[in-house]
């Protein structure tokens, strides 16, 4: 049995520092199993995030060694034997204590999306649809909401954009609907306003840290932006809508 030293956060938005441990770990560890031989052993008040330990839930989101990462997905032997594992909050949202965040903002900005609207079936045979529309809207229904993408993405990281903007994982949730080849919803007055779609300029961090691997700028962004300028920048179709307002 080997032992690893870490260092947790520990605090909150106000006021918090790094703790140093040090832990016995056995083979095959991952990163939310130290934290919670932390927890059993040096500081049963340390709060985190989790619940599947599976890579499904998207709970135990936080930043090892600088980079956000799904613990429960991340194994010890990913860093060097003597390497100092360093375990911090995400960054881009307030933290409430130790390594939980406050990600509620999320969730608000996930309603404001104008929901699903089918079109009506076809009197014959339903909703018929090909698979290759059915790929595009069913990659998004991979997101977790585990907000690595939003933690990365420099506009809430850096800026504190989130009343703005609603960041990558929920233009996925917005691409799932609209790419959907039966939805009829027109989103694109809200993608332009307060979804916030032109802060994005597509750096393309969001779909480096996806744990479902979406590609998220190329897929969901980029298809959401070509809608929003064929909608309001393209000046043929301006003058088309003109015409028949005329």
């Known amino acids: 049995m080997a032992q690893r030293t870490f260092e947790v956060y520990r605090g909150s938005e106000v006021q918090g520092a ?22 059993a052993e040096h500081a049963p008040d340390l709060a985190v995030r989790w619940n599947c330990k599976a890579g499904k839930c998207g709970s135990c989101s936080c930043e090892v060694n600088g980079q956000p990462r799904l613990t429960c997905m991340t194994r010890l032997s990913d860093y060097g034997a003597q390497e100092t594992i360093t375990v911090t909050p995400m960054k881009a949202f307030p933290v409430i204590k130790d390594l939980v965040t406050d990600v509620s903002q999320g969730y608000r900005n996930n309603a404001s999306i104008p929901r699903f609207k089918p079109r009506p079936r076809d009197t014959e045979d339903g909703w018929r649809m090909q698979q290759f529309e059915i790929e595009r809207a069913q990659e998004m229904r991979k997101c977790i909401e585990c907000f690595l993408c939003q933690d990365v993405c420099h506009v809430l990281r850096s800026h504190r954009k989130h009343e703005e903007f609603i960041g990558p994982t929920y233009l996925v949730r ?26 994005c300029n597509i750096t393309k961090c969001c779909t480096e840290v996806c744990p479902e691997s979406i ?31 005329s």
């Open 18 to 39: 790094l703790e140093s441990y040090e832990i016995d770990v056995d083979e095959g560890m991952v990163v939310l199993d130290a934290i919670h031989r932390i927890q």
């Open 215 to 245: 590609t998220i700028t190329d897929n969901a962004i980029i298809p959401l932006k070509e809608r929003v300028v064929d909608r309001f920048y393209d000046p043929l179709k301006a003058l088309v809508r003109l015409v028949r307002r």
């Open 174 to 199: 917005t691409a799932g609907y609209s790419l959907n080849p039966i939805d009829v919803e027109d989103r694109s007055e809200f993608l332009k306003g307060s979804a916030g779609i032109g802060y």
